[in-house]
């Protein structure tokens, strides 16, 4: 799988509480459907946290997730469909619409965003998704937590990050983060010149925090339903 997909796309759905059981019936039913959806290379299904730090006091149970590549351009109805099984439980979506600019690192033992390239071209107008996932080795787990929440208050105050929240295959040791930026340029000053995040990169082949890990970004090509889902921020602030 070391091709560049077409097309990634990211869908979101918020659930009201009263749902959360069926939500979480469909999260163990809905993987098998969106790997056998016609164009789709990889798929997973995930949880998502608030994004303010990890493990299950981060969960949050009324936001689920799926990221999707798909060979080919999909037809409209494909892309539709990723969401037909979410739509008599959610009471709200969203869906992003991605282009892989730069990848590394494997998931699941595969590299699903192909290999484009270390190529922080100028993003379009809908700016510019930064996607983190790792499998945290056990016994290096809690020294990996303790780490994170430096990071976390830098990331909240950093200008141009436009939504941000937590994502996980399982309540533990299987996590990551997506964010969303206004551009290339304001991501990468949050990457590399911010001092808490560059001392994280440091530790990371040191501490060895990671079993498996995988680092993306991609140029957002497009926004389609209720941003809030998102925890989108307008102009750095978050939206009412």
């Known amino acids: 799988m070391d091709a ?31 790997r056998a959806l016609p164009g789709v290379r990889f798929a997973k299904l995930l949880g998502t946290g608030t994004g303010t730090g990890f493990g299950p006091g ?27 099984g979410w739509a008599g439980v959610a009471n709200g979506s969203a869906r992003l619409d991605l282009t892989p600019l730069a990848s590394r690192g494997l998931w699941s033992r595969v590299a699903p965003f192909g290999a484009p390239g270390d190529a922080y071209r100028d993003a379009p107008a809908a700016g510019v998704l930064a996607l983190t996932r790792a499998r945290l080795r056990p016994a290096r787990a809690v020294t990996f937590w303790r780490a994170v929440p430096p990071v976390v208050s830098a990331l909240h105050r950093a200008p141009g990050l436009l939504a941000r929240f937590g ?6 040791g299987w996590q990551g983060t997506v ?10 000053g949050f990457a590399y010149r911010t001092p808490q995040h560059r001392a994280v990169i440091a530790r990371t082949p040191v501490d060895r925090w990671y079993a498996e890990d995988l680092f993306a970004r991609f140029a957002v090509r497009g926004i389609d339903g209720d941003r809030a889902v998102l925890g ?6 978050a939206q009412r």
């Open 4 to 34: 560049v997909p077409a097309l990634a796309t990211l869908h979101v759905w918020r659930v009201p509480r009263r749902a959360l059981g069926a939500a979480l019936l469909r999260m163990a039913r809905e993987p098998r459907r969106l």
């Open 58 to 84: 981060d969960a949050d149970l009324t936001r689920y997730a799926a990221l999707l590549t798909w060979a080919e351009e999909p037809a409209a109805d494909a892309v539709h469909a990723v969401g037909a």
């Open 179 to 188: 964010t969303v930026w206004r551009s290339a340029a304001d991501l990468a």
């Open 232 to 237: 989108w921020r307008e102009g750095g602030r």
């Open 167 to 172: 994502i996980g295959e399982a309540p533990i």
